[in-house]
């Protein structure tokens, strides 16, 4: 039986549930268009696929195996390849509404086998005594930390393969079944290369073993590198999740303390696990009305980091320079977008997704309904970050807010958190505060409270 190796979230040879699956196989990537259609022409999550695409089909010569590259709609290459005499597809799974509308649609063409290769758990295998889903995250943890054993961490080992006759030089396009190729570049998917250098795995791996210790006094400081820097390594799956897992018990195993790290591995985990179980959470609030502005003029400001609070104003351009952002400051901004603007979860989220090279559906809806207040395990709605607040405590001698804004490197750490000094002062190409912080705060309460009679 000849087997399709469908690489999507997964792209790597090393430890790799798709290579343990025996015999005749045809691996393939998609860059699917029903995705890259939308995506402006600077994407720096496609430069980054490109790249890891180009590096996994490097790899797999090495293993006598190659990869089939396409450009199109999914259901029109596994059509073609229906038509071509397979029958069956393995792929990693994922949660997200389109990817799941997208793998009900191939499975109507072939015999779809979903693999678990994204996460440490299955999404049934944590639920409570009367078999439905954990609603809070404490509880669910310790119920992970009860389950889980050596064997969520074990390597899976390749398979003996034999290579399908296909096609595999160039980009492969199907259409009306039928296949042609052309010259294999970023540029004919219809994207810009950007020529970033990505930081090599190891290196993170072994920055991660210095930080790790430390991780909980440091990981929350904005001008700290003390992060894993991991996340979009687990997004595409250029790492696998179980050798982060390996890699914590060596570091465990020398004294270290790592479990404040596992614990943010199984948030991750719960994200996923509540998008599974309750998918409407991907557009629709859990438990409460939440206050939908639609204030123009306050939505073009926070994405053009021009609010006039510099810490939320630091963040977005670090945002739309790099594609990342501190976890500390994704929390915060969550919080400014949704209450101190007022603004509607949703484009915040979209706003995101959009720009976060890590960008991960379960991860960023969630993480926006939880600042929003209204998840199904969110912060209180009535806890409101304070930026000014959060500056003094997480980025004291403003280092986050001058690397990215050094329009503002004369004034003071203290100036920088004076909210009148800054409505006072004319700083040039920087504007003052949209909106002061008490008021908006208020506004915000009475807002919610009115509309959740």
């Not at 001008?223 to 979009?232: G, Q």
Request: proline share 4%; with cysteine.
């Amino acid at each position: 039986m000849k087997k399709i190796l469908w690489f999507r979230r997964d792209l790597r040879v090393h430890d790799s549930m798709l290579l343990a699956e025996e015999g005749e196989v045809l691996p393939i990537f998609i860059f699917d268009r029903h995705i890259l259609d939308s995506l402006e022409k600077n994407d720096k999550r496609v430069d980054f696929i490109f790249c890891a695409v180009m590096k996994l089909k490097a790899d797999l010569k090495t293993m006598g195996l190659d990869l089939a590259i396409f450009y199109g709609y999914p259901e029109d290459v596994f059509a073609y390849l229906k038509i071509k005499g397979f029958h069956d597809v393995f792929a990693s799974i994922d949660y997200d509404l389109y990817a799941k509308q997208r793998d009900k649609t191939i499975a109507k063409i072939l015999t779809f086998h979903p693999l678990n290769d994204t996460y440490i758990f299955e999404p049934n295998e944590v639920l409570k005594k009367d078999g439905t889903p954990y609603l809070v995250f404490s509880p669910y943890y310790r119920a992970c930390q009860q389950i889980y054993t050596k064997y969520h961490a074990l390597s899976y080992i390749k398979s003996s393969h034999s290579l399908a006759s296909f096609t595999y030089d160039g980009l492969l396009m199907c259409q009306k079944n039928e296949l042609s190729s052309l010259h294999m570049s970023i540029e004919n998917i219809g994207f810009t290369p950007l020529h970033v250098r990505y930081t090599m795995l190891k290196e993170k791996l072994d920055a991660l073993a210095l930080k790790i210790h430390d991780y909980t006094e440091n990981r929350d400081y904005l001008f700290r590198d003390a992060t894993s820097n991991l996340s979009v390594e687990l997004r595409f799956g250029t790492l696998s999740i179980r050798e982060v897992l390996r890699y914590l018990i060596l570091l465990k195993q020398e004294g270290k303390h790592t479990e404040p790290f596992f614990r943010q591995l199984i948030f991750r985990e719960f994200y996923a696990y509540l998008l599974y179980h309750f998918p409407l959470l991907a557009t629709h609030n859990y438990r409460y009305k939440t206050p939908n502005s639609h204030n123009s003029a306050f939505y073009d400001a926070f994405c053009t980091a021009q609010t006039g609070y510099p810490l939320i104003d630091a963040a977005i351009t670090q945002l739309l320079q790099t594609g990342e952002m501190h976890n500390r400051a994704r929390m915060i901004v969550g919080s400014f977008f949704t209450k101190h603007l007022c603004l509607p979860w949703q484009q915040g989220e979209a706003f995101f997704a959009k720009h976060l090279l890590d960008y991960d559906a379960a991860s960023n809806i969630l993480s926006w309904q939880w600042c929003a207040g209204t998840g199904i395990d969110p912060q209180p709605y009535f806890r409101i970050f304070n930026p000014y607040s959060q500056s003094k405590k997480f980025d004291a001698n403003a280092v986050y807010i001058k690397r990215w804004l050094p329009n503002l490197k004369k004034f003071t750490p203290k100036e920088l958190c004076h909210e009148d000094f800054l409505i006072e002062i004319k700083i040039e190409n920087y504007p003052k505060p949209i909106i002061r912080h008490d008021v908006a705060r208020q506004i915000f309460l009475d807002f919610f409270k009115q509309i959740n009679k």
